[in-house]
């Protein structure tokens, strides 16, 4: 007899092409996952995974046994979702897949009222600049910007719209001028930002009702909206950061909003989920406080 929980293992570690990832979604040591795994396939007669040091995939027999397996373990937790759903208070874990900044900006306000109203929902976000397949990852749903959300996923807004700005110190703009249109920024020292893609972000603008972009270039390039506030602060260049990351340093005069007839229209976060006939209680909890 084969154990269900033996081919969950297997699941997830073939899902996630990764001991290490699958034993910290378990809960377990990448040890005791290898060993379970070991265990199975030799009950089975047959090899499921390729393991090298550097990566871990299905053999085919494996890819085979996934295929079958996914829909059903599917299955079995949506039937189990539904016997939580029965409860009076939400229950189980959730996992989360979203920007840093939309961690900081709308997750981190709102996770004291959320662990009081459901203190036994299991809430573990995990930060990721990059487009993931939430699917695929384990995530049982995502935070992204509207335009890069998949067609097939439900989607609803998450906190207010994000204005972007661009910001200089007076320090700054003292000894270099502020720019009258998008089109001198390539005449100052902008902070820019790279994408996990390694891709340099363009600043975004409108005018006239048409939005266009503008790549920029400066000495200092970061992955981190810390850092360019900081090095903004610092009179090191312009930035383009979120309006509600610079707000207090705008109203305090330590930071000055430059090219404001030309801000381009807000972004709008949402909070997206895979269609299923039963929704996890812990997600629904989570969709509810989002919508407020």
């Given at each position: 007899?084969?154990?269900?929980?033996?081919?969950?293992?297997?699941?997830a570690?073939?899902r996630?092409?990764?001991?290490r990832?699958?034993?910290?979604?378990?809960?377990?040591?990448p040890?005791?996952?290898?060993?379970?795994?070991?265990?199975?396939?030799e009950?089975?007669?047959v090899?499921?995974?390729n393991?090298?040091?550097?990566?871990?995939?299905?053999?085919?027999?494996?890819?085979r046994?996934?295929?079958?397996?996914?829909?059903?373990?599917g299955e079995?937790?949506?039937?189990?979702?539904?016997l939580?759903s029965?409860?009076d208070v939400p229950?189980?874990?959730?996992?989360?897949?979203?920007?840093?900044?939309?961690?900081r900006?709308?997750?981190?306000?709102?996770?004291?009222?959320?662990?009081?109203?459901?203190?036994?929902?299991?809430l573990e976000?995990?930060?990721?600049?990059?487009?993931?397949?939430?699917?695929?990852?384990?995530?049982?749903?995502?935070v992204?910007?509207?335009?890069?959300?998949?067609?097939d996923?439900?989607a609803?807004?998450?906190?207010?719209?994000?204005?972007?700005?661009?910001?200089?110190?007076?320090?700054?703009?003292?000894?270099?001028?502020?720019?009258?249109?998008?089109?001198?920024?390539?005449?100052?020292?902008?902070?820019?930002?790279?994408?996990?893609?390694?891709?340099?972000?363009?600043?975004?603008?409108?005018?006239?009702?048409?939005?266009?972009?503008?790549?920029?270039?400066?000495?200092?390039?970061?992955?981190?909206?810390?850092?360019?506030?900081?090095?903004?602060?610092?009179?090191?260049g312009?930035?383009?950061?979120?309006?509600?990351?610079?707000?207090?340093?705008?109203?305090?005069?330590?930071?000055?909003?430059?090219l404001?007839?030309?801000?381009?229209?807000p972004?709008?976060?949402?909070?997206?989920y895979?269609?299923?006939?039963?929704?996890?209680?812990?997600?629904?909890?989570?969709?509810?406080?989002?919508?407020?």
């Open positions: 007899m084969i154990d269900l929980h033996e081919l969950d293992a297997f699941a570690v073939a996630l092409r990764s001991f990832k699958a034993a910290a979604e378990r809960g377990v040591s040890s005791a996952l290898s060993h379970t795994l070991r265990a199975l396939e009950r089975l007669g090899r499921l995974l393991r090298t040091t550097r990566s871990v995939t299905p053999t085919e027999a494996g890819a046994l996934l295929a079958r397996l996914a829909p059903a373990i079995i937790a949506d039937a189990l979702a539904e939580d029965l409860q229950a189980g874990a959730l996992r989360i897949n979203l920007p840093r900044s939309a961690a900006l709308l997750l981190a306000p709102m996770l004291g009222s959320f662990a009081a109203a459901y203190p036994r929902v299991q976000a995990v930060t990721d600049d990059g487009l993931l397949d939430i699917v695929g990852a384990g995530f049982d749903a995502g992204r910007f509207g335009e890069r959300l998949a067609a996923m439900i609803i807004p998450f906190g207010p719209p994000q204005r972007f700005v661009v910001v200089a110190s007076p320090a700054y703009l003292a000894l270099h001028g502020a720019p009258a249109s998008p089109r001198e920024l390539e005449r100052h020292g902008c902070i820019g930002r790279r994408f996990p893609s390694g891709s340099r972000y363009a600043w975004e603008f409108a005018q006239d009702g048409r939005s266009y972009s503008v790549a920029v270039n400066g000495a200092l390039v970061f992955d981190d909206d810390e850092l360019i506030l900081r090095a903004a602060l610092d009179g090191a312009l930035a383009y950061i979120y309006h509600a990351d610079a707000a207090a340093h705008i109203g305090a005069g330590r930071l000055q909003v430059l404001a007839g030309f801000e381009a229209a972004s709008q976060y949402f909070l997206y895979p269609s299923r006939r039963q929704m996890p209680p812990a997600l629904r909890a989570f969709v509810d406080a989002v919508r407020g």
